[in-house]
């Protein structure tokens, strides 16, 4: 008389096996991640491009991502920004059917018959597939949100370092501008007659709201030095403002050469 | 003479898969294509992902439905819970910081592009100043401004392209014999939407530069 092995899935065994899904997933994971930063990442490469897209297909969110980030670029490049393409648009609308509409009941229905009536052949496949169109998005997303937090404050940080400098230097610009219509004015009208010396800095442009701005002036030679009111990195984080740090930019310049610009800290 | 047939046998537990990714698929591509908008994308993948939500709700609901033990279906249900809370958290964190990046790019090509004004606008007005003698009883500054800058007309750019793209502009606002002013725009962001330039575009940096007998002076519309 022959025996029959009962195979359903035990609720002891669910543990176990989870934890072993779990840990080859991730491994599954970081491959499908080498992969298609190694092999599809090529940015100059065209059709390296639209592999990339389409491997990143399973990761709707990013593709979305992606393109507010490319259609900024386009803008700050003076281009009007592109609509999202037909070919986008399906790639987009096939990672979220994949996961959700294939994936998932392929899954589900996999782990019922597992769970109710034991082991069958096609049962492993189909756990396979549904778990690799529905967890590849599922696993990636934890991971990915922290780095993307971390990734955030980073450009926050030097954003805001990069934003103030800008501004110093548009203030100076402005400075050197009232400087040498100074030296350019007759001494007798209350110019430099040819040099700067005896250049008041307005009074109006001593201060901003990010620095504050001193001349020194030796005859055809200015020098015009920006020191820190606030943090630059506080510009853009969430972070209190901290003590300003002393990064300074200096400027010289002369009645006939463009204005020379030096940096000191993470302004360099 | 009856035509042939092809009957194709699948099992009960196939068909009802099947049927269930059939109703995916016209669920979740149906709100796609009704809320599709080319321009406003995430409002498109937004509302697609809130439909493939509820379809996962409504699937585990079905797929863990007794004899499944209450156990298993509780820790079903919690682990679809938690991946939505996650998946929804990290696709509006995606979103969220997407959009900050677009601003912050904006903003930048703003302060870059009120710069490069500055410093291209400026050197037009200086030889216009350096050009008049020092000793000098009344020289017309709108007179020695065409002199330096031939063919400028008020109210229209002066300034050649010097690359493909490049989108700065000088356009003449004011040429008399006291007065001469250049407002300099570009295609970048300015503070006000709504500000219109003077080359009839909304929402664009302006700023403008005026050299009188007293030396130049400089303002920021937008």
């Known amino acids: ?268 | 003479m009856a035509s042939p047939t092809i009957t194709i046998e699948i099992s009960r537990e196939i068909a009802v898969v099947l049927v269930w990714i059939l109703a995916g698929v016209i669920i979740i591509g149906g709100t796609f294509i009704a809320s599709y908008d080319a321009v406003d994308h995430w409002a498109t993948v937004n509302a697609t992902s809130l439909a493939g939500a509820l379809y996962l709700g409504a699937l585990t609901g079905a797929f863990l439905r007794p004899p499944v033990s209450n156990r298993v279906r509780l820790a079903g249900l919690a682990f679809l819970a938690a991946l939505m809370a996650t998946g929804a958290y990290g696709w509006r964190s995606m979103e969220e910081t997407s959009r900050w990046q677009r601003g912050l790019l904006l903003d930048i090509r703003s302060t870059i592009g009120r710069g490069i004004l500055m410093r291209t606008i400026l050197p037009t007005l200086e030889a216009v100043e350096e050009s008049i003698p020092r000793r000098h009883g009344s020289t017309s500054l709108g007179r020695r401004f065409l002199d330096v800058h031939p063919g400028a007309v008020v109210g229209s750019n002066f300034r050649t392209p010097e690359w493909k793209g490049d989108s700065v502009q000088f356009v003449v606002t004011e040429l008399s014999d006291t007065a001469v002013t250049v407002t300099g725009i570009d295609i970048a962001r300015g503070w006000d939407s709504d500000f219109r330039n003077v080359a009839g575009r909304t929402g664009l940096i302006q700023t403008w530069y005026r050299l009188t007998k007293e030396g130049i002076s400089y303002g920021i519309d937008n």
């Open chain 1, 1 to 268: 008389m022959a025996s029959t092995t009962d195979t359903r899935l035990r609720s002891s065994e669910i543990p176990r096996r989870s934890a072993w899904t779990l840990v080859t997933a991730a491994a599954l994971v970081l491959v499908m991640a080498f992969v298609r930063a190694n092999v599809v990442s090529d940015p100059m490469d065209p059709e390296r491009q639209i592999a990339r897209q389409v491997g990143m297909f399973q990761y709707p969110h990013a593709l979305a991502a992606g393109l507010t980030i490319a259609r900024a670029l386009e803008e700050f490049s003076g281009k009007h920004p592109q609509a999202m393409t037909p070919r986008l648009a399906s790639l987009i609308l096939l990672g979220i059917l994949s996961t959700t509409a294939i994936g998932m009941p392929i899954l589900l229905a996999s782990m019922r018959r597992r769970l109710l009536e034991g082991r069958a052949p096609f049962l492993r496949i189909g756990a396979i597939v549904g778990f690799l169109l529905a967890g590849g998005w599922a696993l990636s997303l934890f991971p990915a949100t922290i780095l993307q937090r971390q990734g955030r404050a980073t450009l926050a940080s030097n954003q805001g370092i990069q934003r103030v400098r800008d501004e110093m230097i548009n203030s100076m610009t402005e400075i050197s501008l009232v400087a040498r219509g100074y030296a350019r004015r007759p001494a007798g009208k209350n110019g430099g007659g040819g040099t700067f010396d005896g250049f008041a800095l307005p009074s109006r442009l001593q201060r901003t709201t990010r620095a504050t701005y001193e001349v020194s002036a030796q005859e055809t030679t200015l020098v015009i030095t920006g020191r820190l009111l606030i943090d630059p990195v506080s510009v853009f984080t969430a972070a209190p403002e901290l003590p300003a740090p002393d990064w300074t930019v200096r400027c010289i310049i002369t009645p006939s050469r463009d204005p020379k610009f030096t940096y000191t800290g993470r302004f360099e």
